[in-house]
């Protein structure tokens, strides 16, 4: 079965740490890849998506490693805010769905 | 103004009763689709539309059934709710990827529904 794997968590830290979540996907032929961020009981948000190069937006930093199959996610300083469920995203299949990883839950305490 | 909005925000309903969640965009995307969200199961596609006039079976659809009134509105419906299906349910747009895979995905704020 084509999945997203994700650790679960929570990852409980304290403010300005570092933390680095990752992902893992099954099909080698996946062309897009996401984070998306959840707040509880809200609907999911984009953080970032995530391209061959890698990228960085802030305090966040995203990477591939196609090869791997492999996506992280790196969030320096970490503030209250950042406290959420952080959701690994890729389209299995290549096709133009996203399957959803259950998502890693991030706790950022004073 | 939301991008997305959904209605109702929250409903519940007995069993066996006939229920419609709907769906409607402002961001001008063709393609539609509806999750519902289950503690951890994570997000599951229901149903998923690519333009008005095509309608796609996705993970879970049993159940189920869609209406794409237009291109702004996709409608989901339990012909009879059953309490397995309280869970929190998404719409969600995107807009075509031009470079293949799938574009950003753009969620309603959710509908929480129980079935007793």
């Known amino acids: 079965r084509k999945e997203v794997e994700q650790d679960p968590g929570p990852f409980n830290v304290p403010e300005g740490a570092t933390v680095a979540f990752n992902c893992t996907y099954s099909n080698s032929a996946s062309q897009s890849f996401f984070w998306y961020r959840q707040d509880c009981r809200k609907e999911p948000k984009l953080l970032m998506s995530?391209?061959?190069s890698g990228n960085e937006d802030g305090r966040f930093t995203a990477q591939l490693n196609r090869a791997s199959q492999y996506i992280s996610l790196l969030i320096r300083d970490s503030k209250l805010s950042d406290s959420a469920t952080y959701l690994c995203v890729v389209n299995l299949e290549g096709y133009s769905t996203l399957t959803f990883g259950k998502g890693t839950m991030l706790l950022v305490s004073p | 103004d939301a991008d997305v909005t959904q209605t109702p925000r929250n409903r519940i309903t007995k069993t066996g009763k006939r229920i419609m969640l709907e769906c409607s965009q402002t961001?001008?995307?063709?393609?539609m689709y509806w999750y519902r969200q289950d503690p951890g199961l994570g997000l599951r596609l229901i149903y998923y539309?690519?333009?008005?006039?095509?309608?796609n079976k996705g993970e879970i659809s049993d159940g189920y059934s869609v209406s794409r009134q237009a291109q702004a509105k996709f409608s989901l419906s339990l012909e009879s709710a059953i309490p397995n299906q309280t869970a929190l349910y998404f719409c969600a747009t995107s807009d075509f990827a031009e470079s293949g895979g799938a574009d950003t995905q753009y969620f309603g704020p959710g509908t929480r529904l129980t079935v007793l």
């Open positions: 995530v391209y061959s």
């Open positions: 961001k001008g995307h063709d393609r």
């Open positions: 539309s690519f333009d008005v006039k095509d309608i």
